[in-house]
């Protein structure tokens, strides 16, 4: 099996960014949704002007 | 169950199958090897690229037409998601390049076209986030509508210009069945994943806009 | 008046602005002789080589002063506020592109005229041939089409020499292939019919970049 090196090389680097990729928008998001639900409260303590 | 459940479903049962069907199930090619099961990848992801490519093309028009947000957070969604696909399919067939030509990149039609249609991707993206307030989406869109256009030209141009020179023949021959049916399902496999990665991505940006919404209205 | 007076009266402000300060033209020639001189550096060991890689150097020189050229083509229009001023005059977004468009081909037409001799006497090349210089014109054409859309595009990002270039430059890369290819055929002394290919793929690229820059340019200018 000669060059199973690249074909290892292929495979590990789409795995690795399809897989950083989903991580980044999973945590972006989890993010998002704290900054939301923080927001809501706030908006609930104080009613908009 | 929500949609975003079912097609997370729907791609994991699908890549499981198709990692099978490569390494597994699909015969060795005769001439190139081991190597050759990279192209099962390589070129769903380069065709679902061009899909999102259009996509972004179409809801350019769209935007620019109806001027709803939504078509300009579909656009850009798939923009995004077209530009790790473009980039992994350059890498692949870049690395499944080194060992079958010899070469890590050359510059016949299809690398060269795959090449400009990444850096306008880029331009894509850099357009958007350069562009000031509502100029990102609009010239985004005029970006998104002229590249698509101008990606074939592109292409042909290139193709006419290299045929004095031909370079490497990419495959001789048809493929075998069982190339065939793994090809296929490979190709459902990145689609779905992109479908995937686009509904989260989208309600990534709505979550993002209502966000936006709530700070300039509340506070 | 009609649609080719109101460009015609566009690009002929641009013209007189131009007389006046001669800041596109002077600069956009200066650097196209130093981009000559470099690449003559560069590539030129021995008259084979210079000619080999003449046309391509020659429209490297054209693409990069285009686009230099180009970067300043709205530049006045956005600091002094005149888009808003030509648009409100009920011109129509399209003859403002139109005349652009012509101003922005004067310009690079004077820069190629003046650097074309330049490139003849340092190369050695019949470059002044009548072919050739129709091939420059036709692909200059397909350029400053192309360049007036993204020039105005630009001028409203930020970085915008950088936007510029990158947006630009891939994109018309098919106008060039063509223009690189023809020029050779036409430095090596072919007769029309062998270059009829290239030409008629600038003739249609010119075409194509004139309509979809002429749709699209309405969407970029409107505030």
Redesign the interface.
Same mark, same amino acid.
């Given at each position: 099996m000669e060059n199973v090196g690249y074909l290892f090389a292929a495979y590990t680097i789409i795995w690795l960014v399809v897989f950083g990729y989903v991580l980044s928008l999973s945590s972006r998001q989890n993010k998002m949704k704290r900054e939301l639900e923080s927001l809501k409260e706030a908006l609930k303590e104080q009613p908009p002007k | 169950m929500s949609v975003r459940n079912i097609l997370l479903g729907c791609a994991t049962i699908l890549m499981v199958a198709s990692l099978y069907l490569v390494f597994i199930y699909v015969p060795t090619e005769a001439t190139m090897?081991?190597?050759q099961? &990279?192209f099962y990848?390589?070129v769903p992801?380069a065709w679902v690229a061009f899909l999102a490519f259009f996509v972004v093309f179409a809801f350019s028009i769209l935007y620019?037409w109806k001027r709803a947000e939504k078509w300009d957070v579909l656009a850009s969604a798939s923009a995004e998601v077209g530009t790790?696909f473009t980039?992994?399919f350059l890498?692949?067939g870049s690395?499944?390049a080194?060992?079958v030509w010899g070469v890590w990149w050359t510059w016949d039609p299809r690398l060269t076209s795959a090449l400009?249609l990444w850096?306008?991707y880029?331009?894509y993206h850099?357009?958007r986030s350069?562009?000031?307030g509502s100029?990102g989406p609009?010239?985004a869109?005029?970006?998104g509508?002229?590249?698509f256009?101008?990606v074939p &030209?592109?292409a042909?141009?290139?193709t006419?210009?290299r045929t004095q020179h031909p370079g490497p023949a990419i495959f001789q021959g048809g493929l075998a069945p069982s190339m065939m049916l793994t090809l296929m399902v490979c190709l459902i496999t990145f689609t779905v994943?992109y479908a995937l990665?686009m509904l &989260?991505?989208i309600?990534?940006k709505n979550?993002?806009s209502? &966000?936006r919404r709530?700070?300039l209205?509340?506070? | 008046m009609s649609f080719w007076n109101k460009a015609l009266a566009i690009a002929w402000k641009d013209v007189i602005s131009e007389m006046r300060t001669r800041e596109i033209v002077f600069s956009v020639l200066v650097f196209a002789i130093l981009v000559i001189v470099v690449f003559n550096f560069a590539f030129g060991e021995t008259q084979e080589t210079l000619t080999a890689v003449a046309p391509g150097i020659l429209w490297v020189t054209f693409a990069f002063s285009g686009v230099l050229s180009l970067n300043r083509a709205f530049v006045a229009e956005k600091e002094d506020g005149c888009l808003e001023g030509l648009m409100a005059c009920s011109a129509g977004r399209e003859v403002i592109f139109v005349g652009k468009l012509l101003g922005n081909l004067l310009f690079m037409l004077v820069v190629e005229a003046i650097a074309l001799p330049v490139f003849m006497v340092l190369f050695n090349l019949p470059v002044l041939s009548f072919e050739l210089i129709t091939i420059t014109v036709l692909a200059t054409v397909g350029f400053v089409a192309l360049g007036t859309l993204f020039s105005a595009l630009a001028t409203n990002t930020r970085a915008r020499e950088m936007v510029l270039p990158i947006l630009f430059l891939p994109l018309v890369v098919p106008v060039i292939i063509a223009a690189v290819k023809a020029t050779g055929l036409a430095l090596a002394g072919q007769s029309w019919s062998d270059m009829s290919t290239w030409l008629s793929m600038i003739i249609a690229f010119d075409i194509v970049f004139l309509v979809v820059s002429y749709l699209v340019f309405p969407f970029v200018i409107e505030e």
């Open positions: - | 090897g081991v190597v099961r &990279i990848f390589h992801l620019l790790v980039t992994l890498a692949t690395i499944w080194k060992p400009i850096i306008i880029i331009a850099l357009v350069y562009a000031g100029r609009r010239f869109a005029v970006v509508i002229v590249g256009i101008d &030209i592109v042909l141009a290139i006419l210009w994943l990665l &989260i991505r309600a990534m979550d993002e209502e &966000i709530l700070k209205t509340g506070n | -």
